[in-house]
Structure formats: C-alpha cells, structure tokens
C-alpha cells in the first residue's frame, strides 16, 4: 500500500469498526485481484482452458462463454471445463480477507460476479447474485421457475470431452422439456425466477432494516472492483442511498483511478489500490485495533 494511501486505509477501517452494518458490493475487480480475471486471460484460468483458447482463439474466458458455437456439443465441452475449474478453484485470498474484515458485522453482499467465489465466505441468504452464478444450471427455454447445481454434473461431462468437444449424446438437457441446459449466467435466457427474487428480496429487506427502519444507525456501503459495465447495478444504487441517508457512508476501493461524487463529498472515501493489498492492509489495521482495545 502506498504510503499516500495510509491515512485513508485507516479512516475506512474505522469507518467498518464503527459501522452498525456493512453493504458489500462486489464486482469483477474483485476476483481479477484474487487471481480468477474473467475478461482477460489470467495465468489460472488461461492454464485451465488452454486447448479451447488456442482451438477457438477466445480473447478471455468470458467471450467463449458467450461465443456462438457450431454445435452444443462444442459448446458443453467449453462450458464443462470452465465450470469444474471455477468448482475446484482455491478461495481466494481477498475473499478471505474480506470476510474476516466485516466476521463481526451484520453484512449482505450485492454482487455482479458469476464465479462463485462469494459463496465460499458468505452463507447463501446473505448474497443476492445479480448475474446468477456458473454453479447452476437452467433450462434454456426456459420451460419452468428451477435452477439446478451442477457440481456433480460437470465432473461426469468432462469425463466425456473428446478433445474439446462432448459427444451430443452427453449434452446436458432439462428433464422437463428436453431443451438445452444452460450455466444460470446472465444473457438473454437468464430465469429471473423465484430463487433470484427471493435473493433480491433479502437485499432489499436488509437495506430497509437498517437505513429505513433504523434511520439512526451507521451503515458502510463498500464497493469493491465495480467497473463501468453496469453501474446501475451497484454503483449508481449505492450513490442514491448515500445521498439520501446522511447515517450512511459510501466506500469505493478499486485499482483503477477514479473519485468519490462530489455531491457525496465528506460522507464518501475513494481508495486506490491492488484489491488484494487494500484488503489485506484493512484487516491487518482492524485486527491491531481489536488487540489496542
């Protein structure tokens, strides 16, 4: 971290050991400084799906997910091996550092990011996964309100790749209606059914209880790796609630360089930085902080 950044760090780890409750929302930024960079190809994954990057030449590994394929069967077999590397992937580290960071705090966590990684540190009722998640599956109709895990399901498929292709026969399909299973990711199929609803339900009920019903208490809004692809998602969301509830303080950590609004200027930090250094420093400052006490 460097040193200009100090006094900052510290004013926001105060701000999350004086918070009531924290609002945490994730975006890609995140997972790139935890080693899983979706948009580019980082060492890990580009490791995992060599052979489809070299046979299709994907400039990262979310542009495969959304290339159109000849055949499902070449589809899958992309599908297949980026899901089980996202299964068998190590937490990351600021994850980790992140969840320890607010262990002590009522938390809820509003994330754009698809690779599951929130999902390791933070208990399911405590995320609304605003893009879905690679750890499901839908049908591609789709036919019915049901998402399925699919954790054993491509274990068994990437025994069956031939190359980087599944035979069509082991293409996945809904037992419903014998359409085409799809990863539950965000395009123009995505079910928002009752499992995302009632996720959104949850944010939208943890917001109210501790800004509209508690008007008194201290809520952190801590926005970490949101980049400018969809900032009606979490960003413009977060300045509203900011600007509307003077007990609530917005957060912005990112590697890029940008700046709190001004309108939100003294209720609002902008801190600049590797994510992964960022979060490390913070809990290092607030662990000091708890042994001072």
Same mark, same amino acid.
């Given at each position: 971290m460097r040193v200009a950044n100090q006094a900052t760090l510290q004013e926001l780890a105060e701000r999350i050991d004086q918070a009531d409750a924290v609002v945490i929302g994730g975006g890609s930024g995140l997972s790139s400084a935890a080693g899983y960079d979706h948009y580019?190809?980082?060492?890990?994954?580009?490791?995992?799906?060599?052979?489809?990057?070299?046979?299709?030449?994907?400039?990262?590994?979310?542009? *495969?997910?959304?290339?159109?394929f000849s055949n499902y069967g070449e589809q899958w077999g992309y599908y297949s091996q980026?899901?089980?590397?996202?299964?068998?992937?190590?937490? *990351?580290?600021?994850?980790?550092?992140?969840?320890?960071l607010v262990a002590d705090k009522p938390a809820f966590v509003l994330t754009t990011n698809v690779d599951q990684q929130f999902f390791r540190v933070f208990p399911q009722k405590q995320i609304c996964a605003f893009q879905g998640d690679f750890s499901y599956c839908q049908c591609s109709q789709p036919c019915r309100d049901n998402?399925?895990?699919?954790?054993?399901?491509?274990?068994?498929l990437t *025994?069956?790749?031939a190359g980087v292709r599944l035979p069509e026969e082991a293409v996945p399909r809904c037992p419903d209606c014998g359409r085409v299973l799809v990863p539950w990711v965000r395009d123009d199929t995505f079910l928002e059914g009752t499992f995302w609803q009632d996720s959104l339900h949850r944010y939208h009920s943890f917001l109210r209880h501790w800004i509209m019903d508690q008007s008194d208490k201290k809520v952190l809004l801590l926005e970490l790796g949101v980049g400018e692809m969809t900032p009606s998602i979490i960003k413009l969301p977060f300045w509203e609630l900011t600007a509307k509830n003077e007990n609530v303080f917005y957060?912005?950590?990112?590697?890029?360089?940008?700046?709190?609004?001004?309108?939100?200027? *003294?209720?609002?930090?902008?801190?600049?930085g590797d994510l992964a250094e960022t979060l490390a420093a913070l809990?290092?400052?607030?662990?000091?902080?708890?042994?001072?006490?």
């Amino acid at each position: 971290m460097r040193v200009a950044n100090q006094a900052t760090l510290q004013e926001l780890a105060e701000r999350i050991d004086q918070a009531d409750a924290v609002v945490i929302g994730g975006g890609s930024g995140l997972s790139s400084a935890a080693g899983y960079d979706h948009y580019h190809w980082s060492p890990a994954l580009s490791e995992a799906l060599a052979p489809f990057r070299e046979q299709y030449g994907f400039t990262s590994p979310l542009a *495969g997910f959304y290339h159109c394929f000849s055949n499902y069967g070449e589809q899958w077999g992309y599908y297949s091996q980026y899901m089980r590397f996202l299964w068998e992937a190590p937490t *990351g580290q600021p994850y980790l550092d992140l969840q320890a960071l607010v262990a002590d705090k009522p938390a809820f966590v509003l994330t754009t990011n698809v690779d599951q990684q929130f999902f390791r540190v933070f208990p399911q009722k405590q995320i609304c996964a605003f893009q879905g998640d690679f750890s499901y599956c839908q049908c591609s109709q789709p036919c019915r309100d049901n998402i399925w895990e699919n954790r054993e399901l491509v274990k068994e498929l990437t *025994g069956c790749l031939a190359g980087v292709r599944l035979p069509e026969e082991a293409v996945p399909r809904c037992p419903d209606c014998g359409r085409v299973l799809v990863p539950w990711v965000r395009d123009d199929t995505f079910l928002e059914g009752t499992f995302w609803q009632d996720s959104l339900h949850r944010y939208h009920s943890f917001l109210r209880h501790w800004i509209m019903d508690q008007s008194d208490k201290k809520v952190l809004l801590l926005e970490l790796g949101v980049g400018e692809m969809t900032p009606s998602i979490i960003k413009l969301p977060f300045w509203e609630l900011t600007a509307k509830n003077e007990n609530v303080f917005y957060a912005c950590l990112n590697r890029e360089a940008s700046h709190s609004p001004e309108h939100l200027r *003294g209720r609002s930090l902008y801190l600049q930085g590797d994510l992964a250094e960022t979060l490390a420093a913070l809990r290092q400052a607030r662990s000091i902080a708890a042994n001072i006490k």
